[in-house]
């Protein structure tokens, strides 16, 4: 056990320096022509980005029903919330009403989690804004408010409920703007920004066991009987709601931080 406990170590050390010195490898490769969206092809520059959140590993992202995407389109609360609820795996629903109706499950887990504010009616089909968007996956991925002012060139345009979760975002080098500094706050997320946001936090979803792995970012367990073995993980290690009363065996990892997010029941043991 010492010696694996050594070897892990050396393993997140090497990372840790490997990631400092080099932009953070994809963790999945996809084929040079798979273009899982018509309107989003290999020229696009978030297209290995969709491609993983599309692909069957992850399966978040189901597009328009048409085959498209709409990269450049805003992004609307409903479409989040069926992001996030995808990602995490979100069981719990709460009673609301929301408009559009097809978005009703989706929105009603993401208020029972937490990330969305819960009232008797939400309209889920306004496009969201790039500030409020981060308040919203701030709260999906635990991620705490830091209180202070950001460096960016328009930070007294961001909103005082909003600045804390924008300053930690841009502080994890998981937001960087849209050139000359400028966040530009009020404006909408197009749909392709978000995911970019959310690529930048996560390492992996999975609902299979991994061995001996490293990590930069954080890693999201959405499905009970996981096995994690042997493995750095260099942000948060999430227990999604999926795996409900399951369990998460532990053995030899690494954690830089860690996040149970609501997880219900005795779903983690560490060995």
């Given amino acids: 056990m010492e010696k694996k406990l050594m070897r892990t170590m050396a393993m997140f050390l090497a990372a840790i320096m490997i990631f400092g010195a080099m932009p953070i490898t994809r963790t999945r490769v996809y084929a040079q022509n798979r273009e899982s969206f018509s309107d989003v092809p290999n020229s696009h520059w978030a297209w290995s980005i969709i491609e993983r959140w599309a692909g069957e590993g992850y399966g978040v992202l189901h597009g328009n029903g048409d085959g498209t995407f709409s990269p450049d389109r805003g992004l609307t609360l409903a479409e989040l919330a069926s992001i996030l609820s995808n990602s995490f795996g979100y069981i719990d629903q709460a009673q609301v009403e929301v408009t559009p109706g097809w978005a009703t499950t989706q929105v009603g887990r993401a208020v029972a989690a937490g990330v969305i504010e819960e009232a008797p009616w939400i309209d889920a089909s306004v496009t969201i804004s790039r500030e409020q968007a981060v308040r919203y996956i701030a709260r999906a991925y635990g991620v705490a408010p830091v209180a202070g002012n950001t460096s960016f060139a328009d930070d007294a345009s961001i909103g005082a409920a909003y600045r804390a979760y924008v300053n930690a975002f841009q502080r994890m080098g998981y937001v960087r ?36 792995r490293v990590f930069a970012r954080s890693v999201i367990v959405r499905s009970p009987g996981v096995s994690i073995t042997d493995t750095a993980i260099g942000g948060n290690l999430h227990i999604g709601h999926g795996v409900g009363y399951g369990e998460v065996r532990l053995e030899n990892v690494m954690i830089g931080g860690y996040s149970t997010r609501k997880c219900q029941g005795h779903c983690l043991r560490v060995y």
């Fill in 177 to 212: 703007g849209r050139g000359n500094n400028i966040f530009d706050p009020q404006a909408s997320y197009t749909r392709a920004e978000a995911m970019a946001v959310l690529n930048n936090m996560t390492s992996e979803i999975t609902d299979q066991s991994l061995s001996e």
